[in-house]
């Protein structure tokens, strides 16, 4: 394409973030060229602009939760992953991860993150020093170079669609979490992906959920988005009196499914005490290292016969949670325009990812989900 792109790239950890321009390559057979209509500010990008995660070199281009307008397709490119005709112009949402999808790992054992040929994931490729540059989300353009990129094809607005990706992650806890029919599941952490549990947790038929969090405009949206009941941890900062509100809230001694979305070791303990004996904890929130915890095998886990059950990203069957996703945002019934809060342009990225990462308001609001707006 003769064109060029630019694109906010962070230079070096909590460091400056750059705009810089990269030439946007022709695709060619099984490879496209999307233009960046939204992407998501997962929390994880966050950490990794911290320098919380080891795998990701400087300068680095992020962003992972994507969706845009098709601009140019390679050879072969009629149709996404449902089989959905596709053209120019087209509205679809790219799932980041990247495997061959013939492997032992990706057909036998459904663990494509485990891919002998996996590459990194759209937001995570790094250093971003040699072409094709545009691998990530926060750029005008989104060079998908490699052959087999899932995507798919939808009619939602892009605030809406930009929320795929953290509810295939969400579906993966609640998948992990045994969740179903009758369950009680406290919700622990109020950002998208805890948002996106809660609608989950709903759609597979749960009884009563409860989201502890902060701050009150997430627990709002939590409550418009399906919860029962909310805690605030910011009016509640004891831990012992917010353990019984959230059990009085769910009307009982401990839940069926715990998800853990908050992201930090210390409420993972706190989140091991409020499960039901013979219940599970969905651990999702601890992306990146934040550090240890004093665990007790005896009185934490086993005296308690619960399981702890990690979810790591949309986990296996990555690809089958992400059209679920996409089905269940397009089924509609709950304010899903209402989760993105604030769109930035790319040269605030680095004010965003401060914001995000520090729990600070931006614009004088709090932040509910933060996504980038290359066109704003």
Not at 60 to 70: K, M, P, R, S, Y
Not at 352 to 360: D, E, H, I, P, V
Request: proline residues 6%; hydrophobic residues 45%.
């Amino acid at each position: 394409m003769s064109t060029a792109a630019r694109a906010a790239v962070v230079v070096d950890a909590a460091g400056a973030v750059e705009i810089r321009s990269y030439d946007v390559p022709e695709p060619g057979p099984g490879e496209f060229v999307l233009k960046l209509e939204l992407c998501g500010v997962c929390g994880t990008d966050a950490h990794i602009y911290q320098g919380r995660l080891a795998s990701v070199a400087f300068p680095a281009l992020l962003g992972h939760e994507i969706v845009g307008t098709l601009a140019a397709l390679g050879e072969g490119v009629t149709a996404d992953h449902a089989g959905n005709p596709v053209t120019v112009g087209d509205r679809v949402g790219v799932f980041p991860a990247l495997s061959c999808g013939r492997c032992y790992q990706c057909q036998v054992r459904r663990r494509p993150a485990n891919c002998p040929q996996r590459r990194p994931s759209y937001g995570f490729a790094s250093p971003v020093t040699d072409p094709p540059h545009l691998t990530g989300g926060f750029a005008e353009y989104l060079y998908a170079a490699k052959a087999g990129t899932v995507f798919y094809r939808t009619g939602l607005p892009a605030e809406v669609a930009v929320l795929q990706e953290p509810m295939s992650v969400a579906l993966h806890g609640i998948e992990r979490g045994a969740v179903g029919i009758g369950s009680t599941v406290i919700v622990q952490g109020v950002g998208a992906i805890g948002l996106m549990a809660v609608v989950a947790a709903r759609a597979a038929g749960a009884d009563r959920i409860v989201a502890v969090g902060a701050p009150d405009a997430r627990l709002e949206l939590a409550e418009a988005l399906g919860a029962d009941a909310t805690v605030s941890i910011q009016e509640l900062t004891d831990v012992a009196g917010r353990r019984r509100a959230v059990f009085d809230a769910l009307g009982a001694p401990g839940a069926d499914c715990v998800v853990g979305a908050s992201g930090s070791p210390h409420a993972f303990m706190e989140a091991i005490d409020l499960v039901a004996d013979g219940g599970v904890l969905a651990e999702l929130g601890n992306f990146t290292d934040r550090g240890t915890v004093p665990f007790n095998p005896f009185s934490d886990l086993l005296k308690r016969d619960i399981t702890i059950a990690g979810v790591y990203g949309a986990g296996p069957d990555m690809l089958r949670r992400y059209h679920h996703a996409l089905r269940i945002l397009e089924r509609g019934g709950w304010p899903y325009d209402r989760v993105v809060s604030h769109r930035v342009p790319l040269e605030r990225v680095r004010e965003g990812l401060t914001a995000l990462g520090s729990g600070s308001p931006l614009d004088g609001r709090d932040i509910v989900k933060l996504a980038i707006d290359p066109a704003a």
